[in-house]
Structure formats: C-alpha cells, structure tokens
C-alpha cells in the first residue's frame, strides 16, 4: 500500500515539474517579433577623444557605424537610440527581409538617449508597447538587435532590476537592467517580453571594475514609457522637446546639505545647487542653496518624477513653486521654458564649482574648495587660475592663457570628450604641484 502512494506521490510530482517548467510563451510571437525590428547602418565623419585615467588618451575617428532599430508605426516611423544615429549624414535601414531603405530623423532627445527616424513604408507590421507597471524581477525578457553588425539575433534573459536611476546626460535616466545577451550593435534595438511587446530598448552595456575583474553582465535599457511619452508627442505636435526651470538640484540628504554648506533640518524637498541664469528659476527669485518643497502642491519623492513633471510640461505653463530659504518657507511662481543647455554651455563657475570643487571669483581667483570634492585633498594655491590645456588639444600641447569668466568658458567648451565626461589641465603656476589634469566622468548635474 505504501508502494503505491509513493508511486502515486511521485507521479504527481513529476506532473507538477513538467508542468510548472512548461514553456510559458509562444515561440512563434518571439519569432515575428523580429519582423518589426531593422539594421540601421549610418555614414558620417565623427571624431572623439577616448581618455583614461591611466593609459592616457587617444583620438578615434569613425565614418561608418551600425546600430539596430524598432517600427512602432505602420507608416515606417522607428525608434532607436540617439547614440545611433546622431552625427550621421545618412541613415540606411535594412528590415528582416533584407530590404533597404532611406531614414530621415524626425526628432531625438539626447538626454534620454532616444530618436524616432522615418522611412518612406506603409503597411509595416510594427511593435506594440507593452506595460512596464506590470514588469517585474524575475520575468523573461528578450533581446533583439544587430549584434556586431552581423544580422538580427534573438537572445533570453530575466529582467534582474527595476528603477535603476543613474546619472547618464543631464537627467536621472530611468533605465532597467536584464541579463539577456547583448553587444555592439544591439543599441536602439528592442527588449520585449513574453508577449512580443516592446517593452524597453536597450542602449547600455555597463562594464564594471570589481577585484581587478571585468564584469560585463549589467545591460541597462530605457523603460518603453519614455519612447511612448516621446511618439505621443511627436504625433501631436509634431516636434519633441522638454521644459524646465533652469536649476541644476541635488536630493535631500546630509551628504549633500554638508556638499553645499547648507544647514537645514530634514529631509524633504531637492536642494538647488544652481540657478542658470536667465532661466524661469531666476525670474521667479529662486537661489542657489534654496529648497524647492513642493510644485503646484504636489511634493515629489523621487527625483525621477519631479524631473519627468516639469519635463513633460508645454512650453510657458506656470507653476507655483513652494521652496525653503535659511528656514523660510516662501512660494513664488514660474513660467516653464524649452530646454536646451548641453554641457559644453554650462556657465564656466558652475562647472568648475560642480565638477572640480572650485569656487573662484570672477578674475578666477580660487575662493574655496568644497568639502568632499576632487580637490579638497589637493594642494591647490589660492590664486588665480593661469591657463588651462583642454581634452581637444591635448595631444598638441596646447596652452592657452586664461584671464577672466570668457576666456574660461572658452576653453571649457573644449574639454568635453562626449556626454560623460570632460578632462583637462589646470594650470596656477609653472611647477608640476601647480598643474593638474581633471579627469570626470558621470558627474553631470541633475537638471530641472
């Protein structure tokens, strides 16, 4: 008798185990999904400087360079990453079926890394969006794209993370992470999950240092609502854009209240570490060290909402801000603007303020150094700063003397190797202690 249950027991259980690791998908909908996901090839003539805290820098030019893209209309209009076709004289896509098309870029956003491009096509089957409210840790994910320039490729993986804020560009990206294999080439492509639904697009291969060991297994993709957000606004105005107030903020904390010199009680609302000027945050009376509590009542808890509220606002809608000086409560309204204020335009205090810890007057005379920043530790004089040898000349040994804020800024513009980073050389002195190359990467500001 006892044989018997355990036969039966064990029945059950292998019942259970085929089933439970039963196919859950439809091969065939992964299958077609790769129908509606295209090669994207571009010819330009682009150049950057690679540099490395180490091995030093070099030059790299390219003319030809791939990516991979996702139809999401019927009449061919496409998504991809910025990174894909930015800088690109002209744009060639190659669909599933080999057939080749001319693109035109219609409208891109460089700070979410993403731009829809168009091909003269009707009748296209094209990608649904999925909903990423409904994304979790553990579910299946695939990626499709043109791995190394090879052709469209399928790979499985898991969605590992969600809500992996990251400073990447000028805003706090809303990237996810998954572990399906990608590779040069996969950019621009899609991520879609059991249903063939488009439900990211995947645009980073993060490579992270860990024991001397290289760990490539952290591949970021952009939510699929930031692409929807995007096409949505295109169709209706024909354009894309975002607004903002014109602040550059940091989150609430004692780190950063001790970064800034500001002495507050709690935890609430974003610090203003800058007021770029002639922006909608100055004409409404906003300063530097302020605390913006609320706008139009509502008080953000993530950084990433707060930015995406004023992002997503039409051009010269008002707000009220409610915001914190030296323990003041006040309000103040705003009238929000386009944004466009890339790195290389950042006011040259500013930057030396939030990327070196330098605070100088206007005859660049170091005034101070901010506590935990990249030269608190550096015998920096007191002095004026003398010259400064940016990334774009450096391999030509190329000195130029600085004497006031438009000199620097000048030069400033000439030190950005790319969205991430900037180098140079600081010069006080003629002495190798009074010379001092800078080197940043991801230390953009939070802009708002």
Not at 64 to 74: F, N, P
Not at 290 to 302: A, M, Q, R, S
Request: glycine share 6%; charged share 25%.
């Amino acid at each position: 008798m006892r044989i018997k249950t355990w036969i039966l027991v064990l029945a059950v259980f292998f019942i259970c185990l085929t089933t439970c690791s039963s196919e859950e998908y439809d091969k065939e909908i992964i299958k077609n999904a790769m129908n509606k996901v295209v090669i994207i090839k571009a010819k330009g003539d682009s150049e950057y400087l690679y540099v490395h805290k180490i091995a030093g820098f070099k030059r790299v030019k390219f003319t030809d360079w791939e990516g991979s893209g996702v139809i999401i209309s019927s009449d061919g209009i496409i998504v991809t990453n910025n990174h894909v076709v930015e800088g690109a004289k002209t744009l060639d896509v190659i669909n599933s079926q080999n057939k080749k098309f001319k693109a035109k870029i219609l409208t891109a956003d460089p700070l979410a890394d993403i731009a829809l491009i168009k091909i003269d096509a009707e009748n296209l089957e094209f990608m649904t969006f999925g909903d990423i409210n409904m994304l979790q840790e553990g579910d299946d994910c695939w990626a499709i794209g043109n791995t190394l320039g090879h052709g469209l490729n399928i790979s499985k993986g898991m969605i590992t993370s969600m809500n992996q804020n990251i400073l990447h560009s000028l805003m706090v990206e809303r990237f996810f992470r998954f572990n399906a294999k990608i590779n040069h080439g996969n950019s621009g492509g899609a991520l879609i999950n059991s249903k063939g639904e488009l439900v990211g697009i995947p645009t980073i291969m993060k490579l992270q240092d860990y024991h001397e060991q290289t760990l490539y297994d952290f591949n970021l993709a952009i939510p699929v609502y930031q692409v929807k957000d995007m096409f949505d606004r295109y169709k209706a105005f024909n354009y894309f854009y975002r607004s903002w107030l014109g602040l550059a903020i940091m989150i609430n904390t004692q780190e950063n209240k001790d970064f800034l010199g500001i002495k507050s009680q709690g935890t609430e609302g974003y610090l203003v570490e800058w007021v770029f000027h002639d922006s909608p945050g100055e004409k409404a009376g906003l300063k530097k060290n302020d605390i913006i509590l609320e706008i139009n009542g509502v008080k953000f808890e993530k950084l990433t909402a707060i930015q995406d509220y004023i992002f997503n606002l039409i051009d010269g809608t008002s707000v009220n801000i409610k915001y914190s000086r030296n323990g003041e409560v006040k309000e103040t309204k705003a009238n929000v603007k386009k944004l466009f204020c890339p790195p290389e335009e950042f006011p040259p205090d500013f930057c030396m303020l939030h990327f070196l810890g330098l605070e100088i007057d206007d005859s660049l005379k170091v005034i101070s150094k901010r506590k935990g920043s990249p030269v608190e530790q550096m015998e920096i004089p007191e002095t004026k700063i003398r010259s400064i040898i940016p990334a774009q000349t450096f391999d030509q040994g190329y000195e130029q003397k600085v004497k006031n804020m438009q000199d620097l800024a000048i030069e400033l513009k000439k030190s950005h190797i790319g969205k991430h980073q900037f180098a140079l050389v600081v010069s006080w002195g003629r002495s190798d202690k009074e010379n001092i190359l800078f080197i940043v990467d991801d230390k953009l500001p939070f802009i708002l």
